[in-house]
């Protein structure tokens, strides 16, 4: 899941995208990305999101692309956006 702003609710929405995926493919180990442009966009809750065994993992893309952040915001801001599955 791509996450270009703040939202309380991102966490939830990747969970339920994993769950409904899952019970597609019961025996497939799935684990879910989310994708946030900065830190400030990553929701303060679900404490357990992003520990080892959580099913729920994070990738913030400033800190892993500091040069290039910029561009995807602004694909963001002009309606570009993907969901990542499978």
């Given at each position: 899941?791509?996450?270009?702003?703040?939202?309380?609710?991102?966490?939830?929405?990747?969970?339920?995208?994993?769950?409904?995926?899952?019970?597609?493919?019961?025996?497939?180990d799935v684990v879910g990305i989310a994708i946030f442009l900065r830190e400030q966009d990553v929701p303060a809750f679900q404490s357990w999101a992003n520990h080892v065994v959580a099913p729920l993992l994070?990738?913030?893309?400033?800190?892993?692309?500091?040069?290039g952040w910029r561009a995807i915001r602004r694909c963001w801001?002009?309606?570009?956006?993907?969901?990542?599955?499978?």
């Open positions: 899941m791509f996450q270009g702003q703040p939202s309380d609710k991102a966490w939830h929405n990747l969970l339920t995208k994993i769950a409904l995926y899952g019970e597609e493919h019961p025996r497939s994070q990738v913030v893309l400033r800190r892993v692309l500091p040069d801001n002009s309606g570009f956006s993907s969901d990542f599955a499978g």
